[in-house]
C-alpha cells in the first residue's frame, strides 16, 4: 500500500527528516554521534515492540498483588532488553566498525559530548511515552490489529537497509564523512517506508503483516 499523501504533507514528511542534514550541514553536528543515536533509537523501537508482544501474552494488571504487577514490569523490561541485546551485535557491527575503527571516533568523547547526553535523553523519554500508548493500545486491540509485527518490519528493514550500505566499498572511500552517507540513507529509507510500507517491506524479500480490520467502538476485551 502506498500511502496517499497531499503535497503539503509530503514536504512535511520530507522536511522533518532532513531537518539533521541541516544540523549536520550548518551547524557542525556531529555525523558519527547522530549516527549512533539512529541506531540506539532503532534498538530502543524494537525493544518497545518487543515489550508490547510481552504484556499482550501476560498484562500486568491481570496479575494478583502490585508485587506481581511490578514483577511482571519488571518481565517486560528484562525481556526486551535481552532479545534487543542479541540483536544490536549483528545490527551494531557494521556501524561501529566504521565510526570507532575506520573513522577512529573516540567512544568516551563521544558519552561526553552534551549534545549526544540530550540526544539518548530524548530517546529514553520518547520511549517510556511509545510503551505507554502500546500498552493502552493494547487493552482494546490485539498485537495483529495494530501491526506489530509490521511495525517491527518497518524498523528492523530500514536499518538493515543502512548497515546494507555500510558494506559496499565505495562507501568507506568516502573516509571520516562514511557516517554522513549512511545517514542519508537511513533518511531517505525512512521517508519511503513512511510513504509506500508495503512496498518497502515488499523490496526486501519480507512477507507483510497487514493489521488486521480493528473492532468498531466497543472495546474488544475489558480489564480491571
Known sequence: MTVALRPLELGSLVLRNAVPLVGLLLFHWSSANLLILY??????????????FLYSVSPAEEAPGLAARINAIAGYAAGAA?????????LGMPVFILVFGVNDTSFTGMLADRGFQLGLGLQAIASLVSFRDLVTALRTYTPDQLGLKRR??????????????????????????APFVL???Y?????????MPDRFIAAFGAPDAKPA????????????
Not at 480490520?213 to 480491571?224: E, L, T, V, Y
Open 39 to 52: 541506531f540506539i533509537d532503532t534498538l530502543l523501537a524494537i525493544a518497545v515492540i518487543v515489550a508490547g
Open 82 to 90: 535481552f532479545i534487543t541485546l542479541i540483536m544490536a551485535i549483528p
Open 152 to 177: 517491527f518490519a518497518l524498523v528492523f528493514l530500514r536499518w538493515v537497509g543502512t548497515i546494507g550500505a555500510a558494506y559496499l566499498p565505495f562507501t568507506y572511500l568516502f573516509g571520516e564523512y
Open 183 to 185: 545517514i542519508v540513507v
Open 187 to 195: 533518511i531517505g529509507l525512512t521517508i519511503v517506508a513512511e510513504i
Open 213 to 224: 480490520p480493528k473492532p468498531g467502538p466497543s472495546r474488544r476485551r475489558h480489564r480491571r
